[in-house]
Nanobody
Framework: QMQVVESGGGSVQAGASLNLSCVVT????????IRWFRQTPEKQREGVAA????????DYADSVKGRFTISQGNTTNSESLQMNNLKPEDNAMYYC????????????????????WGQGTQVTVSS
């Protein structure tokens, strides 16, 4: 079984930066994608960024391109999400998800039944 743990959320002013971390432990054999999603009470969960472990492929939602960077963490099955120039619309609970399936371009920011989820970390941005 796979465990996913996020950390690094917090409360900041608009324009500030945060770095979220995701660590995957347990049965991690074959993990291919580690991704970040976010959700607010008013919206459905949306994909933010995706990282392919096998080849360092990344993908981003249009709303975060140029501001967020997803990259390999300190271990193979960890990654970080550097969030710069945060905006109030980035307010959300951020969830990390890991899975073993191949994801085609165009589907990398879409949830699948094969995602293993963490508990989430809250990001609050005030104007």
């Amino acid at each position: 079984q796979m465990q996913v743990v996020e950390s690094g959320g917090g409360s900041v002013q608009a324009g500030a930066s945060l770095n979220l971390s995701c660590v995957v432990t347990g049965n991690t054999l074959g993990i291919s994608w580690i991704r970040w999603f976010r959700q607010t009470p008013e919206k459905q969960r949306e994909g933010v960024a995706a990282f392919y472990i096998g080849g360092s492929i990344t993908d981003y939602a249009d709303s975060v391109k140029g501001r967020f960077t997803i990259s390999q963490g300190n271990t193979t099955n960890s990654e970080s999400l550097q969030m710069n120039n945060l905006k109030p619309e980035d307010n959300a609970m951020y969830y990390c998800a890991a899975q073993r399936e191949n994801l085609r371009a165009g589907a990398r920011l879409t949830e699948t039944p094969y995602d293993n989820w963490g508990q989430g970390t809250q990001v609050t941005v005030s104007s």
